[in-house]
């Protein structure tokens, strides 16, 4: 059974760059805006992050005297991508992050307050929220994404339907697009309804392709097989296949960013999803060890460190010292869900615990002597007493045999893709010596702003910033005329 809808706008995908989208494309007179998404709720990887959204020259910085500017934040986008971000769209992507982060907390009513310098960035520039009024951290990427959907819910042009799989995007005679989805029954032994829509234009939002093994063995066969990953199950990279069969230019797709360390839980070693051990538990101090020594410069980059894990697990471990600095109320969550081992009193304890096993974590032959000496070894070179082997030259934190230590088993897993869709600046999707008329795309299904690596917290904001430019243009589309003249200016390039 098959139902027709009809919408002047029909975004695919609700995380941050589908509900901006949805939002604006109303705003700029769209009256039937369907928003599709078929997890039972909208968010995506979105409503995962945690680190926060970029910004150059925004009401917090300004109210910290935080210096900056959206030329030094390009530069360093730039020189991130490594030659491959279109500078185009960095050029966009820095231009408009104030007023991007502007838009999520004016429409998402959530305050970005915090602003922190993250990794490649020459500027304090990262936003998030202040931590709840308990001392807990506040999950900015699920505040933003409820606030937006909350925002959404408001608006009467638009209709979120959700349960619902979009498998095919074909041309219409008149123009338009045919879109065809599978709902999900509402009750158990019922069959999914074939649904078709008849839009005027589309919006791609519908995330990267990180879970997806078979697309990753394709384009990134240089990955190691069956790594897990740090998204949730619907990054399947769907909107590839649906750009594609309407001859979409796709650019970038083995330029996969891995991050070395998911928890793996010892309850369920094999999920394939894994929940992600966050940086910043290395950054105040946590050593990595495999087979009971240190291998790596806790400290490198993610690219280096995931290079010196060879694909295996190693054991994350912090003490007392990198715990309150890093978070006792996240280290006890961390406990509570059983990814960290906490409480452990003194390194034949820890000999104890690797001997018998965390998860893959297993050091069968670790001996108390030994596990002394290399935390002695680390110490003596934070204290400056002798260089350290693996060339760390900052310790947040010293280590002694006599510590408390709280221990997780982590592992490399696949973290972002980079690739994607071609766009031009306006999030038209782009095919050879044109674009595809009334087709835009926006967030991690595109590709061409991170080239090579993503720096942290480019990722929510190419979704707004694209995410907005991608809704309003497709409301405002004027119809194939205005298609002749976007190919005609790409014949000229
Ligand atoms: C653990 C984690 C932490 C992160 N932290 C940060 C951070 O702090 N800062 C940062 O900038 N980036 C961060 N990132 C990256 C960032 O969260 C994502 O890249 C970004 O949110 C992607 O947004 P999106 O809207 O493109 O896709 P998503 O948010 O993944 O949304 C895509 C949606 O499309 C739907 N969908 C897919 N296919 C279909 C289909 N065929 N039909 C219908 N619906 C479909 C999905 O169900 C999903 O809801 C993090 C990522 C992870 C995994």
Redesign the pocket.
């Known amino acids: 059974m098959s139902a027709i809808r009809s919408a002047d706008v029909t975004v695919?995908?609700?995380?941050?760059?589908?509900?901006p989208a949805a939002l604006e494309a109303a705003q700029h007179g769209a009256t039937r805006v369907l928003l599709?998404?078929?997890?039972p709720r909208?968010?995506?990887?979105?409503?995962?992050?945690?680190?926060?959204?970029?910004g150059a020259n925004t009401r917090a910085q300004a109210g910290q005297h935080l210096a900056d500017s959206p030329s030094l934040f390009a530069n360093d986008t730039l020189r991130s991508g490594q030659g491959r971000s279109d500078p185009a769209l960095v050029d966009v992507l820095a231009n408009e992050s104030a007023s991007a982060v502007a838009f999520v907390e004016h429409e998402a009513k959530v305050a970005l307050d915090v602003v922190v310098q993250a990794g490649g960035h020459s500027a304090a520039r990262?936003h998030?929220e202040a931590p709840r009024s308990d001392g807990k951290p506040a999950p900015?990427?699920w505040d933003i994404?409820q606030g937006l959907a909350k925002r959404v819910a408001e608006v009467e042009a638009v209709e979120v339907v959700t349960g619902?799989?979009?498998?095919a995007l074909e041309r219409d005679d008149d123009g338009g697009f045919h879109v065809r989805?599978d709902v999900k029954p509402k009750a158990d032994g019922q069959q999914a309804e074939v649904q078709e829509i008849k839009t005027r234009t589309v919006v791609l939002?519908?995330?990267?392709f990180?879970a997806n093994a078979a697309l990753l063995a394709k384009y990134a066969p240089h990955l190691p097989a069956q790594l897990p990953?740090?998204?949730?199950d619907?990054?399947?990279g769907?909107?590839l296949v649906?750009a594609q069969s309407l001859g979409a230019t796709l650019i970038d797709l083995d330029q996969v960013q891995l991050h070395p360390t998911a928890f793996v839980d010892p309850a369920d070693p094999n999920a394939r999803t894994k929940?992600?051990a966050p940086e910043a538990l290395r950054g105040h101090g946590s050593i990595l060890l495999q087979h009971g020594r240190r291998f790596t410069n806790e400290l490198g980059t993610r690219a280096q460190i995931v290079a010196a894990m060879a694909g295996q697990p190693a054991l994350l471990v912090a003490n007392d010292a990198v715990v309150a600095k890093f978070d006792p109320a996240v280290i006890r969550f961390y406990g509570k869900r059983g990814l960290m081992r906490t409480g452990i009193v003194g390194v034949d304890a820890l000999a104890d615990l690797m001997r018998n096993g965390l998860g893959p974590c297993v050091v069968p032959d670790v001996t108390v002597a030994g596990l002394t000496a290399e935390l002695g070894a680390y110490t003596a070179a934070a204290k400056g007493e002798k260089p350290d082997v693996l060339g760390k030259t900052v310790f947040p934190a010293e280590f002694r045999a006599t510590d408390t230590f709280a221990v997780a088993c982590v592992t490399p897993a696949v973290?972002?893709t980079m690739g994607g869709v071609r766009i031009d600046k306006d999030a038209r999707v782009v095919r050879n010596g044109g674009v595809v008329p009334g087709l835009y795309a926006?967030?991690?299904?595109?590709g061409g702003v991170h080239g090579a690596n993503?720096l942290?917290?480019?990722?929510?904001?190419?979704?707004v910033v694209f995410?907005r430019r991608a809704g309003k243009n497709a409301a405002l589309f004027r119809g194939v005329e205005e298609s002749k003249h976007v190919a005609a200016r790409w014949s000229k390039l």
């Open positions: 695919i995908g609700g995380g941050l760059a589908g509900l599709i998404d078929k997890s909208v968010g995506g990887n979105s409503a995962k992050a945690t680190s926060g959204i970029n990262t998030r900015v990427g994404v619902a799989t979009v498998t989805m939002a519908t995330g990267g990180s990953t740090t998204n949730g619907w990054a399947q769907e909107g649906l929940f992600l973290h972002y926006a967030g991690e299904v595109s993503r942290a917290g480019n990722s929510l904001l190419e979704c995410g």
